[in-house]
């Protein structure tokens, strides 16, 4: 079966400090991946996408970089957190290959700066 | 710009039906996805409709109307397992997704 794993689960980082999430998928190869976060009372905001391995799109401008070192680890990171990107953040693959296919997410990883 | 409206907030009781209105507008369309989200946890799919008219899944049904930019998840015989957020998204032109803030559904006895 095909699964993502997401690490930590939870964490609480002080403003300034760095970020690492990272995100696993197991059971296919080549997976179109996805960083989504999830503000409280909004809907889903789309942060990078990947298709490959060292290939990334970024959707918003912030401070957020995301790195696909290999073909099913996509990781998320941050040099210096802002207040601003406490959140719940979403690893998420698309299901087959078509454009219209469902998503399925990895467990989340909720992170509370302070 | 590009935007999606659900109610932020339903109630309804145990062995009803509930209807969850979802409307969006985007440039293009590509499809609508419901999803469902219990608190603390990540969405799982739910349903897609890409033509109009009314899909079934077993107590779920999703419903479309492309000429209204309007959507509806129909829940029928609800469970306390219900309880949940469900999340409306539409699918542009360039195959993105928006999405909607949720409706929170709280099921009571």
């Known amino acids: 079966s095909q699964t993502i794993h997401q690490w930590p689960a939870t964490l609480v980082q002080p403003v300034g400090s760095p970020l690492s999430l990272e995100c696993t998928v197991e059971g296919t190869s080549n997976p179109n991946l996805y960083w989504y976060r999830q503000a409280a009372g909004r809907g889903l905001q789309l942060l990078f996408y990947s298709v490959g391995i060292g290939q990334i799109s970024s959707e918003v401008p912030q401070n957020l970089s995301a790195s696909r070192p290999q073909d099913r680890q996509f990781i998320l990171s941050s040099k210096k957190l802002l207040l601003s990107d406490s959140g719940f953040y979403l690893c998420?693959?698309?299901?087959?290959?078509?454009?219209?296919?469902?998503?399925?997410f990895g467990e989340g990883s909720r992170l509370t700066v302070l | 710009g590009q935007n999606i409206d659900q109610p932020t907030e339903m109630t309804a009781t145990e062995g009803a039906i509930v209807q969850i209105n979802c409307t969006y507008q985007t440039s293009g369309f590509n499809g609508l996805f419901w999803y469902q989200q219990h608190a603390g946890e990540a969405p799982t799919f739910l349903s897609y409709n890409v033509l109009d008219g009314l899909e079934e899944k077993g107590r779920f049904s999703s419903f479309l109307s492309r000429s209204k930019g309007y959507s509806y998840l129909l829940l029928k015989e609800l469970q306390m397992k219900d309880s949940a957020s469900y999340l409306c998204?539409?699918?542009?032109?360039?195959?993105?997704?928006?999405w909607g803030a949720g409706t929170k559904l709280i099921i009571k006895p």
């Open positions: 998204a539409a699918l542009d032109s360039n195959y993105q997704l928006i």
């Open positions: 998420a693959r698309k299901e087959g290959l078509a454009d219209t296919g469902e998503l399925f």
